[in-house]
């Protein structure tokens, strides 16, 4: 299997490149458009094709680069069925899965950060957008954002999958690659707390400032990127 991590050092946003073996199709996660030709350079590379192209949720800190992939690649843009973005090809209901060659991939819902935020369970790994991070949380203080979604989302569902589960981000600020289920069980600050409301009240109080590109970035990605 191919699967390839890259990092867009201004917003931190981790991208996901998979794929069952050189010469296959390809599944994109959470793209940034600035590194666009970057992956299409690593898809040639690899002769890949690109049938699919996935964001775990809208963005606010920078600006996907679905549309872009899709005008070049022809491959079909995929986000779970709560999303705004009408302009989405497919739109996964909970629970669903999506399959290129041998590798499958199903959609959870997984509200909180966002209200149309999702994750992608594949094999042995969780890819968990901003809902779950490495030792954190999403903010839930915009887009719709409940620290009630996101204690259930994480607590209930995520947390539910098994303990050696490998947890991939859409971002990380210091410096970690990934985690596992177990790892943030143990060791995230924010999930050591003994009830919803224990919970709401460390999301409540944050206080963080607003993404600097939110306001650019929000309705550009409802359009999937396009201008």
């Known amino acids: 299997m191919i699967f390839e991590q890259l990092f867009d050092k201004t917003s931190s946003t981790y991208t996901y490149l998979i794929s069952s073996g050189p010469g296959r199709e390809a599944i994109i996660i959470d793209p940034v458009l600035e590194h666009v030709h970057s992956y299409i350079n690593q898809l040639n590379k690899l002769n890949l094709k690109l049938v699919k192209v996935i964001d775990t949720h809208i963005h606010a800190d920078h600006i996907t680069g679905m549309s872009e992939l899709k005008k070049q690649t022809d491959c079909e843009t995929v986000m779970g069925e709560k999303t705004p973005a009408d302009v989405v090809t497919i739109k996964l209901k909970d629970q669903e899965n999506i399959c290129i060659d041998n590798i499958k991939i199903k959609a959870v819902y997984t509200p909180g950060h966002t209200y149309e935020?999702?994750?992608?369970?594949?094999?042995?790994?969780?890819?968990?957008?901003?809902?779950?991070?490495?030792?954190?949380?999403?903010?839930?203080?915009?887009?719709?954002?409940?620290?009630?979604?996101?204690?259930?989302?994480?607590?209930?569902?995520?947390?539910?999958?098994?303990?050696?589960?490998?947890?991939?981000?859409?971002?990380?600020?210091?410096?970690?690659?990934?985690?596992?289920?177990?790892?943030?069980?143990?060791?995230?600050?924010?999930?050591?707390?003994?009830?919803?409301?224990?919970?709401?009240?460390?999301?409540?109080?944050?206080?963080?400032?607003?993404?600097?590109?939110?306001?650019?970035?929000?309705?550009?990605?409802l359009r999937l990127g396009e201008k």
């Open 117 to 221: 935020s999702f994750s992608f369970v594949m094999d042995d790994r969780v890819f968990t957008g901003d809902t779950l991070l490495i030792n954190g949380t999403g903010r839930t203080d915009f887009q719709n954002g409940n620290p009630y979604d996101s204690y259930n989302s994480i607590f209930n569902i995520l947390l539910k999958l098994p303990d050696k589960t490998k947890v991939y981000p859409a971002h990380d600020y210091n410096g970690n690659f990934f985690s596992t289920i177990e790892k943030e069980k143990k060791n995230n600050p924010r999930l050591q707390v003994k009830s919803a409301d224990e919970y709401a009240e460390i999301m409540n109080n944050l206080n963080l400032p607003n993404p600097k590109l939110m306001d650019i970035a929000i309705p550009r990605n």
